[in-house]
Structures are given as C-alpha cells and as structure tokens.
C-alpha cells in the first residue's frame, strides 16, 4: 500500500473530481487523502477576462506539487494551461465525461432580443450569438462567474432567462437528469457537438504529478489512451493557435473506434466579433492518425490562421 496525497481545489466540482481519484486509487490497493487548495481564481471574483483565465485555477495546485505538499493534483483538463511545466508531468487523463454544453433556463430556440444569457466564456458566446443569428435574433450576453447553483440560482431568481454550464460537471455533481432536460430543478436543454463545441480538453481529467515522483506509475492506471489522443489534438490545436482558455475557441476530437488508427477527427471553431456587433464564425475539421494526434491539431491551426490572415483586419491574434 502506498499513501498518496491528492491536491485540488476547494470547490464542490473539484472536490468531487478529486475524491473519483482517490476512489479509484483505494480501489486499486493505495491509501489516498485529499488537500484541498485555494487557487488565484478562487480568490478573486473578478470576471477571468480582467485576471487573465490561463493557469489563475491551476497555478496554486502546480506549486503544492512542486513544493512536495502533495503527490498527485487533480485538475479540470480545460483548465490547464497547454504550456508544459518544468518539472511536472501529465501523468493520467482518465476517460472523458460527456463533452457537451447545457443551457439551463429558456433553451437557445426560445430566445428573443429581450434574453438576458449569463456566461463569461467568449466561446459559448461566439457560437451561441452565430446560432442565434440564423434565427434572426440577437440575444444579451452577460458575463458572470461562480459556482454551478450559483448560477442555476440566477436564472431561478429571474436574473437571467438562461445560463451555459458543462454537462459533464453537473453530471458529476448530480445535478443533471438522465435525460438532461432538468438541472438543479430547472428546465435544461443539451446542445449538440455541431451547434455548440466545448472547450479543448472540456470533461476530461488531467492528474498531474513531479516528472520524478514514484506517483507517475500510480496515476498510470488511470489513463485513457482514446481520451488522451483525443484531447492531445484539441490542445496542440490551441497551443499552435497561441489561445488561451478565454480566447473564443471551441475544438473536439473523436476516434472512430479504438481499432481504428486513423480514425481521428478534429473540428474546431473560432472567430471575433465584428465593428458592427455581429460575430464572424471560422469552422475548420481535419482527420489524421491517433499516433500523431499532435501533428493534427497544429496542421488545423495553421489551416485556421492562414484563412484568418486572409481577413479584412489581417489580425490572427486573440
């Protein structure tokens, strides 16, 4: 038996995260405790747009690693910065939840010109806005943060017609219905992966641990190679696209089968919001070797900002 501190967050979805870990952890024959960690974004309320989003949830978690306090650190995948960390290692992606976004409250064909839409995810907005647009209405969108009953409790007060949140951290929260159409008692409607992509790496896992700890071996069990390839893709994509998590980015892998090598699909989308308050949408999609997952997402993004090059503006930044 081995005993392995395990470090996240201290909020209600981190926690619960962390504790699936340490579940699976005991299972497999080891001794687990938890440390829970305030992070920068924790500390500061203000929107993530004003204190920078990449890193400020992970950075104190990294440190705790690196100082020793803890063996493993739990993270939300999108959340971490697609920078590698000297001296840390990404030892375990486990298998990845649901990937898709849920708007709780009035669902995206009710909205009118008057629907007040809490997010501060510039890429739910980009994609939500161009969805909205092809029906001819142009709803308000306000940034917000806290945590998830936080904001169902906004739409429940009528302080917003609808809010966007992950499905898969209601799901680990049991917070979403089966059948996704109630989450925390409010109505809820699951968007489809072609109206709505997620955020790179959104509902997977990343554990991450020192590049020389005996822990690296122990997460191992964990890892998922389909989740991995999948989600390798997705942040090569965005690290070649020099974006952070607050750039308007959505991007999602899928494998075809895990028999199938090749069978690894990209679709990304990205985009700005135009003078005129109109949003212009970029969608792109390749297919390549699970093997060279990496290889994929940087030739997409390269794809990406030579049509962006191609602009009006010429701007290929964020």
């Known amino acids: 038996m081995t005993r392995v501190l395990i470090g996240a967050r201290r909020s209600p ?165 089966a059948a996704g159409t109630r989450a925390g008692g409010m109505p809820a409607t699951l968007v489809p992966l072609d109206q709505l992509l997620p955020a790179a790496g959104q509902a997977a896992l990343a554990i991450e641990c020192r590049d020389d700890s005996p822990a690296l071996d122990i997460a191992a069990d964990l890892d998922d190679a389909a989740t991995r390839a999948a989600v390798t893709a997705e942040r090569a994509c965005l690290a070649t696209l020099e974006a952070g998590c607050l750039a308007p980015v959505g991007a999602h892998a899928t494998l075809a089968s895990d028999s199938d090598a090749s069978g690894l699909t990209l679709r990304v989308v990205t985009g700005r919001k135009e003078a005129s308050g109109h949003f212009r949408v970029l969608s792109e999609q390749a297919t390549g070797r699970r093997a060279e997952a990496a290889e994929l997402g940087a030739h997409l993004a390269h794809a990406i900002l030579s049509t962006m090059s191609g602009w009006d503006d010429g701007r290929t930044d964020w």
């Open 13 to 177: 979805l981190a926690v619960v995260q962390a504790e699936w870990v340490a579940a699976a952890l005991r299972s497999a024959g080891h001794e687990a405790e938890l440390v829970g960690i305030e992070s920068h974004g924790d500390r500061d309320r203000r929107a993530l747009t004003e204190i920078g989003g990449t890193g400020v949830f992970a950075a104190a978690v990294r440190e705790a690693l690196l100082d020793g306090s803890i063996d493993l650190a739990v993270h939300s995948l999108k959340d971490l910065p697609v920078a590698a960390a000297p001296g840390l290692a990404l030892a375990a992606v486990p298998t990845r939840e649901d990937a898709r976004d849920v708007v709780v409250g009035l669902s995206p064909d009710q909205w009118d010109d008057d629907t007040v839409v809490g997010t501060g995810s510039p890429r739910r907005e980009l994609q939500l806005a161009a969805l909205s647009a092809e029906r001819g209405v142009r709803p308000r969108f306000v940034a917000i943060r806290g945590n998830v009953d936080t904001r169902i409790d906004l739409v429940r007060r009528g302080d917003l017609q609808a809010t966007v949140l992950a499905a898969a951290g209601l799901r680990r929260l049991g917070r979403l219905d």
